[in-house]
């Protein structure tokens, strides 16, 4: 009897390798000893929490926050992207945008953790609705208006963003003919600004006076020549709220303040100076979300991208002043005020240093003050 055919040797399989870009530092060796790769369970693949979720949703692929990131340290609160009913497809650290792209890795892989540069002004995750915000706040200003004994506003523009957008709301909402417009000029304020402060104010058909305040500023600050630059940057705010009021009392008018979230929350604005308004309807908005909120009202790009300044003096930009980008700062202080986490909550929220929270979180405990009444006895 012949031998039949040999069966053919199974092929010996090695340890599965997963698809996935590796992330973190490539392994070493340890005493001729390879270390676990990263990701890997007694020698199966862990897959992260938002592959898991994705198998079971019909939703489509969108990133999500990678909650059990296996080496925080090099991406601290990622994002991942999976498919329904797939295997995950990328991970890329916060603030990195990751590519979905069909490389050599197979057809179903995403090849990620592309060195793309994230948007100036990414819309953070707990951004309010522009359309939605938009329609708010006309409406609020409109009814204001309506209940309050005055004929309309005036607001200070500088041609920054806040201002501008400001003035765009409150031009939609009560009619040009109702708004004031005062351009307050000072020593440092760029030539640049001015006209696109002039620009605004003729498109959108608000009357606007322009007066240089810098020689009432150097009469107030004559008795002094010591005086910080903070100081006479405070001078400088307290003269334009005068301006402001003059203006609003000779033409029966509330005076409009366009500080945003951030810089009320950090108390980064001056006490009875650009902080004194009758109305301030950004008071709500996150300076973040003010980017996707001016789009929506129709400012300019050119308006939207500039960097964020108070003008007090040569130089000076909010980043450079306060520490960090708002980028930064309004994850923080989202975490920390709006949802009334601790410190270290905060830092294991927005994967920031404990050093850059903690700074911000006294900040605003430090400015109470500015955002409340004043302390008096209580006698009654």
Known sequence: MLPGPRPRARPRRGPRRSRLPRLGPPARRAHGRRRRRHGQRDGRRHRPRAHRRARRSPAPARPRPLLR??????????????????????????????????GRRGPRVATCFLPVAAARQPVPDFALDPATAADEIRSFLASYLDAAPADGYVVGVSGGLDSVLAAHLLADAVGPEHVTALLLPAGPSDPENVADARDVCERLGVDYRETD???????????????SKTAVGNVQARVRMVMLYQAANDEGR???GPNN??????????????GAADVAPLADVYKTEAYALAR?????EHVVEKTPTAELWEGQTDPGELGAPYETIDP?????????RTVDETVEATGEDRETVASFAERYEASTHKRERPPSPDLR
């Not at 994002?79 to 603030?95: H, S, Y």
């Not at 979230?261 to 650009?274: A, I, N, P, Q």
């Not at 929506?296 to 300019?300: A, K, R």
């Open 69 to 102: 990131h296996r080496n925080p340290a090099a991406h601290p609160r990622g994002r991942a992207v999976a498919r329904p009913r797939a295997r995950l497809l990328c991970r890329a650290r916060r603030g990195v945008r990751a590519r979905r792209r069909r």
């Open 332 to 340: 923080i202080l989202h975490a920390y005020v709006d949802e009334d």
């Open 213 to 227: 305040v810098q020689p009432i500023v150097d009469d107030v600050t004559a008795a002094r020549e010591d005086l």
């Open 296 to 300: 929506e009202v129709g400012v300019s």
């Open 261 to 274: 979230r951030s810089e009320l929350l950090l108390g980064y604005f001056t006490k009875y100076g650009d």
């Open 254 to 256: 509330l005076v409009v």
